[in-house]
């Protein structure tokens, strides 16, 4: 069996072993057959090398929002902010299939005219795919002052190639439906909103107000990752947007929350992200969900400004009976 190769002893215990990234270097997983490519997403042969002439059903890109969060991304004039956006979303448009959507999370700077997002809806105005809808989620922590609204919008710019499926379940939210008294004629007969619904609970629609935004108490927290999305929303897009074993990209992954829904929702998922540690943090965190059924590491102090605190042990987890197989 393939998985035999990602094993190692380490003080005689057999653990499974995550890849040490370099730039160009691509795992493969070998059971659920996704990959992890430590590539720049602006380079079309880099794309060319995780694909290898396949088509994604789905692409979900969280660039970086040209804000100034950390040390790790400074801010660019907004022109080549944009320049830079329409490499990687060329090079996005060509993996697609033909009938495929196009996922696209970004910000719109309150303190700094509402850039990148106005720019970038222009830009892909010209690009071979169709707006379909625009959703906002609501973050919980936010930014501002005292003397204007806190800015806790992210938003979800979401385009089509052809016509993909939409699955309209994965819309349904958790929360009940409590407002009666819609009244509609149907057939001759005054019908009432419940008696008309399809679900008891109430659908998402275009603002996503039900999702909580990752923090420390949560499983699935990784701690110094500061972007990541929560698995509740990724699992949103993918079972509206794509069926079981249907291949999901994902080209700035991060903390790998695409790579780990596409695993739980039975999608294979192709990802890559420039920086070495975050791919490592990626197969670390597909690795030792498989190990333990954990989603995250919660508190446990994972990474700082992108170098990794924790050993390869602490990442995947106490070894289970299935590491003595
Ligand atoms: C906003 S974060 C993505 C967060 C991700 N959606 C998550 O849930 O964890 C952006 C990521 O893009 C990566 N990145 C920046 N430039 C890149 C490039 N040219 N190619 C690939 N990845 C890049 C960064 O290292 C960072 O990890």
Excluded at 49 to 60: G, P, S, T, V, Y
Excluded at 71 to 94: A, H, M, R
Excluded at 178 to 201: A, C, D, M, P, V
């Amino acid at each position: 069996m393939p998985i035999v190769q990602d094993r190692k002893k380490i003080n005689n215990k057999t653990i499974v072993k995550i890849p040490d990234f370099e730039y160009g270097f691509i795992w493969e997983d070998p059971i659920s057959g996704h990959r992890v490519g430590c590539l720049d997403v602006s380079k079309k042969e880099d794309v060319k090398k995780l694909m290898r002439d396949e088509k994604a059903i789905l692409a979900i890109q969280d660039p970086p929002y040209n804000v100034d969060i950390n040390d790790e991304f400074g801010n660019l004039p907004l022109n080549q902010y944009i320049g830079w956006s329409e490499k990687w979303v060329d090079n996005t448009i060509d993996i697609l299939d033909k009938n495929s959507s196009f996922y696209v999370w970004l910000g719109a700077d309150i303190r700094d005219g509402l850039q990148p997002l106005p720019d970038f809806i222009i830009m892909m105005r010209n690009k071979p795919v169709s707006i379909r809808n625009f959703i906002t989620m609501r973050n919980q922590r936010g930014y501002g002052t005292q003397k204007n609204w806190m800015a806790i919008r992210q938003e979800l710019l979401y385009y089509i190639k052809g016509e993909p499926i939409f699955d309209v379940r994965a819309e349904y939210t958790d929360i009940p439906k409590k407002t009666k008294g819609y009244y509609k004629k149907i057939n001759g007969k005054i019908t009432e909103n419940f008696e008309r619904s399809k679900s008891l609970t109430i659908r998402a629609g275009n603002v996503w107000h039900d999702i909580q935004q990752v923090f420390y108490l949560m499983h699935e927290n990784i701690e110094g990752c500061f972007a990541q999305k929560p698995l509740k929303s990724a699992k949103r897009i993918i079972e509206a947007s794509s069926n079981q074993r249907d291949l999901v990209v994902d080209f700035f992954g991060h903390s790998g929350s695409t790579l780990l829904q596409a695993e739980l929702s039975k999608r294979k998922c192709y990802t890559m992200d420039i920086n070495p540690a975050y791919c490592k943090i990626m197969v670390a965190r597909l690795l030792h969900y498989r190990r333990t059924g954990e989603i995250g590491w919660g508190r446990t102090k994972i990474l700082k400004e992108g170098n990794i605190l924790a050993d390869d042990e602490q990442l995947l987890g106490a070894p289970t009976l299935l590491d003595l197989i």
